[in-house]
């Protein structure tokens, strides 16, 4: 799986978007991008994924770019129950396929 | 909604005693893994199983053993318990769609 590569950490005013980029610049033409995030010792919820489009979800935006290199995680009016470590992976489809952590952003929506 | 299901939530054990965690994935759900999340560190694949069989391996140590039984759910079976095993153990499922997958909420082990 490709590595990606996050901020440590972010902080967001209540109420604001929050933009979480992530580069992955060796991501392969068939492996998709996902987003998780965890909140304090619970366990990784997910988010969104994508594979070329953006999308959107009832939680969060997905923009990957052109050349899909990059993405960013859009939670567009960020409260403080969004404050969590957000992880982008890559990965193939499929069963089998497991997800890698990396390090991940620490977000933190200040009020 | 069904989620995943993981006991025990909590449990404590002595150095060189065993544990075994349960996890029950979502109905329908054929896939199951297993991550290791220390104090401050990102969780960590261990194993997981496809159709009960293994179908890939992470850092698991040789003291660690898992399986998936008929019914779909898993059991991770630790031995010669380390003061180091103590950390935060995630289950997850999935159905092998692009949607990825669903954790529970976690069996945090302490070993003393």
């Known amino acids: 799986d490709a590595k990606t590569t996050q901020p440590t950490s972010m902080d967001c005013a209540e109420g604001r978007a929050a933009n979480l980029p992530c580069n992955h610049s060796t991501i392969s033409g068939n492996e998709y991008v996902y987003w998780y995030r965890q909140i304090h010792s619970q366990g990784p919820q997910y988010i969104i994924h994508g594979l070329k489009n953006n999308e959107t979800n009832e939680m969060a935006s997905l923009i990957i770019t052109e050349d899909r290199k990059s993405s960013t995680l859009i939670l567009p009016h960020a409260t403080l129950r969004d404050t969590a470590v957000y992880y982008c992976?890559?990965?193939?489809?499929?069963?089998?396929?497991?997800?890698?952590f990396g390090t991940g952003t620490s977000l933190t929506v200040i009020p | 909604a069904a989620g995943v299901i993981q006991s025990p939530r909590h449990l404590i054990k002595e150095k060189r005693e065993t544990a075994t965690l349960k996890c029950y994935p979502i109905p329908r759900h054929d896939t199951v893994y297993w991550y290791q999340q220390g104090p401050g560190q990102d969780p960590q694949f261990l194993i997981s199983f496809y159709e009960k069989m293994q179908s890939d391996k992470g850092s698991i140590p040789d003291r660690f053993s898992a399986q998936q039984f008929s019914d779909y759910h898993s059991e991770l079976n630790m031995s010669s318990l380390e003061l180091g095993d103590s950390a935060l153990y995630f289950c997850a499922s999935s159905s092998g769609s692009v949607y990825g997958y669903t954790f529970g909420s976690g069996t945090r082990l302490t070993v003393v």
């Open positions: 992976i890559v990965r193939l489809r499929g069963a089998g396929n497991q997800f890698y």
